[in-house]
Each structure stands twice: as C-alpha cells, then as structure tokens.
C-alpha cells in the first residue's frame, strides 16, 4: 500500500486520485444495495431486505438512544454516515489505501456535520437563543467560542485522518520488512508475509476501521443534538 494517494488521471491543478474512485466505488455500492434491499418489500422479509433491515433497526436503535426519539431525523445521514467511513476503512483489508486516510475526504465529512451543528442549532433556539448560546457563560466568552467552533471541523477530521493513515503507515512498514526478512531468509517463499501479520492486520484494518467509524458518527450525533435547544417534555 502506498502511503500517498496515487493520481488516476488528469494533470496540473486538476486531478483525479484513487480515493475519490473509491469513494465513487462505496457510494455506488451503498446506492445499489438499497436499490435492491427496498425493490420488492415483503411484509416477511427474507434475503437482501432482512440484512438491510436488521441495518435501519440498528441506526434507529442508535440515534434514538444517542440524540433522542426526537431526533430519529437524522437516522438516515447518521446511517450513510457510518456505514460510508465503514466500507472506506475497510477495503484496508485488500491492501488498498482507505478513504479516510486522505484528509480532504475527513475534512469534507466533518464540514457537513459542522454545518448541520450550526444550522439545526440556529432553528431549534432561533437567531437570538443560537447567540446567546454561542456567548456563554457570558458576552466576554463570545470570541473564544467561535473559534473554538471553527476549530472542531479541523479536529475533528484530522482525528479519524491521524487513527487511519496511522494504522496504514504501520501495516505499509511491516509487510515491507517482513517481505524484506522472508527474502534472506526463505528466498523468495513469502513465508513471514502470510502468517505474522494476521493478528496485527485484523485490529488496524478491521477493528480499528470499525471504532474509529463508530466514534466519528458518535461525535457527530453528540454535537449536533448538543447544539439543539432542549425542549421538555
């Protein structure tokens, strides 16, 4: 795996990497499966609809209990959410460079999510509630907190971007030695390629792919219920 996203085709300032072809890849993969999941509904539902369903009843299960039943809105962002970074951390699995490990793609999901923070703050509290949300505890605070604002897209894709390119990095290193140490000594045999890094490449590539998308979208759902007007029932 390189550890630069490689340029498809294009040239000068204009380029097109194979992160966005991934990217491109997932979304269409995400789109068809849907497509097919809800072409026939089955009040039964068997095959394709009953893995897709078992899919919606976890999203909802989790917005409802992270942002409450209130907020059940947000289920099918939150969904395409997760299960994009998912499928993008884990083609790690097939030595392929992931999507997040490309900061643009980070930078990106986290200015959607900054932008629904703001704006769902702005129409729950109204303009004045959202200012004087912004200035607390007091005016003096006002400054500091937006750029404490402006500042969480930054943290918060470089967060996901540092864990996954992270965990690239170290699997690119130790595959190149273990290739290295399985040449002196078995020749050309990728005897240490196959077996060592198995354990190693199960938590980088599939556990830690799976966390770190579940901590992006529980963050997400945290801010942007936070940033809402709590209404009591």
């Keep these: 795996?390189?550890?630069?996203?490689?340029?498809?085709?294009?040239?000068?300032?204009?380029?097109?990497?194979?992160?966005?072809?991934?990217?491109?890849?997932?979304?269409?993969i995400m789109i068809v499966f849907?497509?097919?999941?809800t072409?026939?509904?089955k009040k039964v539902p068997k095959g394709i609809q009953a893995y897709a369903e078992l899919i919606v009843d976890f999203v909802y299960n989790l917005v409802g209990q992270t942002m409450g039943k209130q907020n059940l809105r947000f289920a099918p962002?939150?969904?395409?959410?997760?299960?994009?970074?998912?499928?993008?951390n884990l083609i790690a699995v097939f030595d392929i460079r992931p999507v997040p490990a490309n900061v643009n793609t980070t930078f990106a999901l986290a200015t959607i999510t900054f932008l629904l923070i703001h704006y769902n703050s702005i129409?729950?509290?109204?303009?004045?509630?959202?200012l004087k949300h912004m200035s607390e505890p007091n005016i003096i605070m006002l400054p500091i907190n937006i750029i404490g604002e402006l500042a969480f897209p930054v943290s918060l894709s470089?967060?996901?971007?540092?864990?996954?390119?992270?965990?690239?990095?170290?699997?690119?290193?130790?595959?190149?030695?273990?290739?290295?140490?399985?040449?002196?000594l078995t020749g050309k045999l990728p005897v240490f390629i196959i077996a060592l890094p198995l354990p190693i490449s199960f938590f980088f590539d599939?556990?830690?792919?799976?966390?770190?998308?579940?901590?992006?979208?529980?963050?997400?759902?945290?801010?942007?219920a936070n940033g809402m007007a709590q209404k009591e029932h």
């Design 158 to 184: 470089f967060r996901l971007f540092g864990n996954i390119t992270g965990g690239a990095i170290i699997m690119t290193l130790l595959y190149a030695a273990l290739e290295k140490l399985s040449s002196l």
């Design 1 to 28: 795996m390189e550890l630069g996203a490689r340029k498809i085709f294009g040239n000068g300032n204009f380029y097109i990497t194979e992160t966005v072809i991934w990217a491109w890849i997932i979304s269409a």
């Design 77 to 88: 962002y939150i969904g395409t959410l997760f299960i994009f970074i998912l499928l993008g």
């Design 206 to 224: 599939i556990f830690e792919g799976i966390l770190q998308a579940y901590i992006f979208t529980m963050l997400t759902m945290v801010f942007i």
């Design 39 to 41: 072409r026939k509904l």
């Design 123 to 130: 129409k729950s509290r109204k303009l004045r509630g959202y």
């Design 34 to 37: 849907a497509l097919i999941a």
